[in-house]
């Protein structure tokens, strides 16, 4: 299986996709540091845009095992984009008041406003992963929610936002070098929980959510895509390729002057340069 | 008048405070370019800190005539800076729902959790500025709403939030060249708006409400401190020093492993480095 974009209807076998995969980049450390440099430049430019033009609305969902470089892409593919347009909504274990409810409905409130990016660390998509793994929903409910989450993201996009749906894929061994890596760095134990190595032991049983997920849920108004993401610098690459692509294909200008603007200045003296002095 | 934090009881004349004061800048493209550097670094590394140890709260309150330059303000201030841990909350104009309402029913909602940074883009602070300046409310209730502010602010700093109230001060000349310069640039026609000529011909009106505002509330929990603001590089390293101090008085440390993660590895194989094997 090949990683990138996963074709509506297709099948999903995560175990047969290369994490290690670098397609394109012979000499790694010089060309992509200088690629993501000229890509993050575009980014700022095009942010600016999109929330001048106050126009489309962006919505990036972020999932991945424990360790596979949610927040870390976070912080490097957004790293000096005006924190003004951008958010990030994070769907942790759900509170009683929101057990309460149908899951989709904290996820509403945190989607995208026109002009803004909103990125989404962990998702809907869990109440049909850990849901799954740790048995929390009957099988059927799971099939529910597959049907609604397509309904409820194909409506965002009718209504005028744009998805990307990233899974970060990294393999078992690689997980392993970073819980470890986490135990060895007292300024890292902080991010590290007993659950993660329950969670970690269920590995082969999230692989088979995630294939079905992934399967279940690609459609052609908002497919999955899968990042090989055993290198970082390979994984912050391919994230904010593609956000520029979606961005660029936009279009956008810098809009013009208010209607009203331009009428309230035509013909006053500060119309051609003079503002009004204060009163009083 | 002297530019810096209002001690509480003082008289605050912002006429008489030079917003073009650069003090200890001698050479100010250079210096100044190399301690904002320098500062952005500490500041990224104040912010994972305070994510990591999920202690303190921050609000950060942004105020100033219009073109004084808060948006540049969190655009350059926050530039690289982990999106994941500051957020930005705007409060334009109410709606309906919110004038149903207290002036402070929509601010308490955005407040900051614990290990977050959140800036007010305008803030309740308009509740006694514009409020007061197009007579939106009697006087009376602006002075209700002085002793309310100091209130609520005081219940939040003592609930364990750090604020920090910054008034950029730029004078009456400088505001005209910067809405000349959007006039100007087609790219910058978008930031441009009618109510921003109305609001420049009561300029007086408006210093009057912020001299008395800031005199009202400028308290020992929450002092406001005048940011000379006429040059933007000046301006911005005032912020960032300002910011970086206060964070670096909580002096933190990157918590130790949780209790329970200490527990569950001690004894275990996976304690020595080695990690548990999938199951299924």
């Not at 989404?120 to 850990?130: A, K, M, Q, T």
């Given at each position: 299986m090949q990683p990138g974009e996963i074709q509506p209807g297709s099948t999903v076998e995560l175990d047969r996709c290369d994490p290690n995969d670098t397609s394109g980049f012979t000499r790694p450390e010089r060309d992509a540091q200088l690629e993501l440099q000229r890509l993050r430049g575009k980014l700022q430019r095009l942010q600016e845009l999109l929330y001048a033009g106050h126009q489309h609305r962006v919505?990036?969902?972020?999932?991945?095992?424990?360790?596979?470089?949610?927040?870390?892409?976070?912080?490097?593919?957004?790293?000096?984009?005006?924190?003004?347009?951008?958010?990030?909504?994070?769907?942790?274990?759900?509170?009683?008041?929101?057990?309460?409810?149908?899951?989709?409905?904290?996820?509403?409130?945190?989607?995208?406003?026109?002009?803004?990016?909103?990125?989404?660390?962990?998702?809907?998509?869990?109440?049909?992963?850990?849901?799954?793994?740790?048995?929390?929903?009957?099988?059927?409910?799971?099939?529910?929610?597959?049907?609604?989450?397509?309904?409820?993201?194909?409506?965002?996009?009718?209504?005028?936002?744009?998805?990307?749906?990233?899974?970060?894929?990294?393999?078992?061994?690689?997980?392993?070098?970073?819980?470890?890596?986490?135990?060895?760095?007292?300024s890292k134990h902080w991010k590290f929980s007993v659950s993660d190595l329950i969670d970690r032991s269920l590995w082969t049983k999230y692989i088979k959510a995630y294939n079905e997920a992934l399967e279940r849920t690609s459609t052609e108004w908002a497919p999955w895509i899968v990042v090989p993401a055993n290198h970082k610098w390979y994984r912050d690459l391919t994230v904010l390729r593609s956000i520029v692509g979606t961005l660029t294909r936009f279009r956008m200008q810098f809009p013009p002057l208010a209607p009203e603007a331009r009428t309230f200045l035509r013909g006053r003296p500060w119309g051609k340069g003079k503002l009004p002095s204060p009163v009083d």
């Open positions: 919505l990036i969902v972020l999932q991945g095992m424990d360790t596979s470089g949610k927040d870390g892409t976070i912080r490097r593919v957004f790293e000096g984009v005006n924190p003004q347009s951008v958010r990030v909504a994070r769907f942790g274990p759900p509170t009683v008041p929101e057990l309460d409810h149908d899951f989709l409905w904290r996820i509403h409130p945190q989607v995208p406003a026109k002009g803004e990016i909103v990125i989404f660390n962990r998702s809907h998509y869990e109440d049909v992963l850990i849901a799954r793994v740790r048995k929390l929903v009957p099988k059927e409910t799971l099939h529910h929610r597959y049907r609604e989450i397509n309904g409820f993201e194909r409506m965002l996009v009718e209504e005028g936002t744009s998805i990307l749906k990233f899974y970060l894929h990294i393999d078992f061994r690689e997980q392993g070098r970073r819980l470890r890596a986490r135990l060895d760095d007292p």
